[in-house]
């Protein structure tokens, strides 16, 4: 089994393509098959498949047997497995950022006006 680094890197560079980020956003509305991933674009059945095979590598989406159809599932737990690292960096540097407006904002008024202590002028 991969590590979540492996995960993380696999699913980053799957969603890395365009037609990939459709089939995703289409399979959010639920599950669908290849020739109803295929239908908006302009590349051939086996195309679609490939980017699936991608996504499920990644696994950001997965496939069942309903008969004669396969139909492909989003992954939502890849999903926020994705999202959860991206908002760790995101909460830091947040933080780093309220740091710096706390340093660069001008002073309040009531710091302004108030004569410095006897103990600030020491």
């Known amino acids: 089994m991969s590590t979540a680094e492996e995960r993380v ?8 393509d365009p ?3 459709a089939i995703i956003a289409r399979l959010s509305r639920g599950p669908a098959t290849v020739n109803e991933l295929a239908e908006p674009f302009g590349i051939s059945l086996q195309a679609v498949s490939k980017h699936i095979q991608v996504l499920e590598h990644a696994g ?23 999202t959860a690292w991206i908002d760790r960096y995101r909460l ?7 740091r710096l ?11 302004v006006d108030t004569p410095p202590t006897e103990q600030e002028q020491s």
Do not use: I, K, Y
């Not at 706390?102 to 008024?109: H, K």
């Open 101 to 111: 407006d706390a340093v660069l904002s001008p002073p309040s008024a009531t710091e």
């Open 60 to 82: 950001l989406v997965t496939r069942t047997r309903d008969a004669q159809r396969r139909p492909v599932h989003l992954n939502p737990a890849a999903l926020e497995a994705l």
């Open 19 to 21: 037609v990939r980020r």
């Open 92 to 98: 830091v540097h947040e933080q780093r950022f309220r």
């Open 9 to 16: 890197d696999l699913g980053f560079t799957a969603l890395a």
